[in-house]
Every structure is written in C-alpha cells, then in structure tokens.
C-alpha cells in the first residue's frame, strides 16, 4: 500500500535543471570566461550540493579572473530568475495527492537557489505542500546517496515498498529501487499519472 509520494524538484517540479542554469550563465559571459566557470563548477559541484561550499564563495573564488568583466554572484542570480520556472500542473498534482498521502521533496540544490525560491511568496505556497523537504545543500546528503533516502523514510515514518519516488534523471532511480521503493521516471505530466495510477496511486 502507498502511503508516501516523493518529488524531485529541478526537471519535475521545475521545468528546467541546474544545467540549464549553468547553460544561461555560460551565455551570459565570453567564451574565455566560460571555460573558467565550467573548470570550477565541476571542481567544486559536490561540496555546493551538500552545502559545504557557497555560491557565493565559489563566485568569490573565481571572480578575480573576471576581473570586472563581469559580476559572476550577480549573473548567476539573473540567469536563474530567467530559466526557472514552476510546473503548475505538477504542482497541482501533488496538492491532490496531499489530500491521500504523505507528500515530500529531495532535490541536489546549491543555496542560492533555495535562497531565491524562499523570497517568492509563490515559491512558499510551494514548499508549504511538502513535508519533509530535503534538500541537498541542507542536509550535506544528496541523490543518489543511500542516506538521503533513508532519511526520508524516517521522516516520513514509512516502508521503503510504502513510497514512490519521482525523478527525471533514470541514475536517480537507482539506489532507492535497490531500497525497495516504487520509481516513476518523469517524462510529462500525463504519464506521471498514468504510471502512478499503475501503482495503485488514488487521484
């Protein structure tokens, strides 16, 4: 029996991911500059997940290359604002779902994003539908770590084989199937909700 439903965040509860992010930064300074702020990103891409990291100080790290070429902190901020967008339908689909289930949230996020997210008053309606709410840079956990799963089954108070997690990316899907929980790949919001009636999920 379900008794949990977990989302993803970038890519199923957003329409985009934080690569689409680091495709608008990358447009938004020259190619040299680019090459810059790719080499760091990966360098540093697990500590700014698990929040050992900033985004501010891995900007503060490479400015000094930029010089004033440009303002990375402030670039970064703009093109998240300009590539992030909720997915309404999905959204509304877990506010259905909340009315039978236990409804949570794990998501691979640095800070400055949840920090822009938390400004928006409609970005709070949002996180006010998912309990518990794991996020990477928070918890120092992230997908797909078996710990940040089993956190959210303690959270929850709930089986392994009593949750269905939803990602878009299939290596996510991995270590929490080896835990016994029910997966769903998200592709579109019409098959979300054909492959969770499948699982016996009630809308």
Known sequence: MIRSIIFDRGGVLLHKTAESID?????RVREQFS???KRAKETHKV???KG???VEKLCGTIQEEFK???NLIKE???AYIETMSMNKEVFQLAKRLKKRYKIALIS???DLHVKIERRKTSYKRVYACFNPILLSCEVGLMKPEVQIFRQALYSLRSKAEECIFIDDRKEHLITPKRLGFRTVQF?????LIAALKAKGVKL
């Open 52 to 54: 050992k990291i900033s």
């Open 47 to 49: 500590d700014l997940l």
């Open 108 to 110: 691979n996020v640095p």
């Open 187 to 191: 592709k579109t919001v019409s098959q």
């Open 68 to 70: 004033n070429h440009f």
């Open 76 to 78: 970064w901020k703009g």
């Open 35 to 37: 090459r810059v702020f």
């Open 23 to 27: 495709e608008q930064i990358i447009e």
